[in-house]
Each structure stands twice: as C-alpha cells, then as structure tokens.
C-alpha cells in the first residue's frame, strides 16, 4: 500500500511538471513570432551625377578603374563606351556591365563598388537651428534630416512641415506634423527622402 505522503509528493511532482510544460511552451509560442516578424527592408540605393563607382575586372589591370557619374548619367568604361548609370543600382550596372564586356572578354568577372555618393543630397529649410544642403552617404528620412539641420527652433509650426519632391510629372507635397510623430503617432509620415527633397519648416 502507498503511503498518503508519497501520494501527496507524486501529485506536487506532477503538478509542477505540467506547469514548466505550458510555461516553455508558451515561451515556444513567443520566440516563433518575434522571429518569424520581418524589419523594415532597405531601399537599394539609385545611383545619380557626381557618384563615383570602381570597376574591377578580374585579371586585367586595365579593365580597373573609378569611374564618376555624368550630369548626363552615364558613365565612360573601356571598350564599352558609355553605359547608363544614373536611376539604377550598382547591380544594375554590373550586370550591364558583363553582358557589354562579354563581346570582348570571355566569361568577364566584373565588381562594381560605390566609392562617393555625392548625388544623395537634401537641403532643410525654414526655423531650424542649421539650415542648408546636406549631403548624406545613406538614405535618410525626415526626422534624421530634421536632426541634422539642429532640430526645430522654439517658434517653429510642428505640425505644418512640408517635404517637397520634384519628379517628372511637376512637384509633390508630404505633410509631416512632428509633434504626432514625436508622440508615436502616424509614423507613416516619416518617409524615406529622396535626392534633391526639402523639407520646409514653417
């Protein structure tokens, strides 16, 4: 016969057993959606006039060479002649690139790096403490283009900011208001700038 405090002890053993088992896989549960949620991707950066890319081919010296970015958007490269550059990506143009020297050199291995991204550039104006032209290496968005023209002076209108964007088609106007976004609210608004935006602060 079991003695009634052995009984007592198995049922506590259990009891606990069961508790550990939903508590991992509860945590189970926790782990799989923090990792299966996906960060914001990055834009792939469009190069412009006054980038300056290096073109290597592998094994031949000659074919090495930094190249900039014409106003015109092309860039000059041996044997190819002038290929497009400006709006497309540095695959882009690699991939370009092995199709053109492949008339000429067997099976060419090509790497294209961006050195100087000179094209990137967005200016801040209005009642911030630093405004101007800043020429940023990465993309940026409104609240970092903000911080870097020193943030908002004391009578700035938060709530009124514009970001202005030329394009083909004329001009577009975005509305920021600061002061929700600093709140945690309508984050959409701090949109990722594109090269030549203002951003106008009132």
């Given at each position: 016969m079991t003695h009634p405090a052995l009984i007592v002890r198995?049922?506590?053993?259990?009891?606990?057993?069961?508790?550990?088992?939903?508590?991992?896989a509860g945590l189970a549960v926790f782990?799989?959606?923090?990792?299966?949620?996906?960060?914001f991707p990055e834009a792939a950066y469009l190069l412009g006039p006054e980038d300056v890319v290096k073109i290597a081919v592998w094994r031949d010296e000659q074919l090495t060479q930094e190249v900039v970015v014409r106003p015109d958007g092309m860039i000059s490269f041996p044997l190819v002649g002038d290929v497009p550059a400006a709006g497309r990506t540095i695959e882009d143009v690699r991939l370009e690139l092995v199709k053109r020297l492949g008339k000429f050199v067997p099976n060419p291995h090509v790497s294209v790096l961006a050195l100087k991204l000179h094209s990137y550039k967005i200016y801040v104006t209005g009642r911030v403490h630093k405004p101007g032209e800043f020429l940023v290496g990465h993309y940026t968005d409104v609240l970092q283009a903000l911080s870097l023209a020193g943030g908002l002076t004391p009578?700035?209108?938060?709530?009124?900011?514009?970001?202005?964007?030329?394009?083909?088609?004329g001009q577009q106007v975005f509305r920021f208001r600061y002061g929700d976004v600093r709140n945690g609210k309508g984050l959409e608004q701090n949109i990722l700038l594109q090269r030549g935006d203002v951003v106008v602060v009132p």
């Open positions: 198995q049922a506590m053993w259990c009891l606990m057993a069961s508790c550990f088992i939903q508590g991992c782990q799989t959606e923090t990792i299966e949620s996906k960060p009578f700035a209108s938060e709530n009124d900011i514009k970001v202005m964007r030329r394009d083909q088609g």
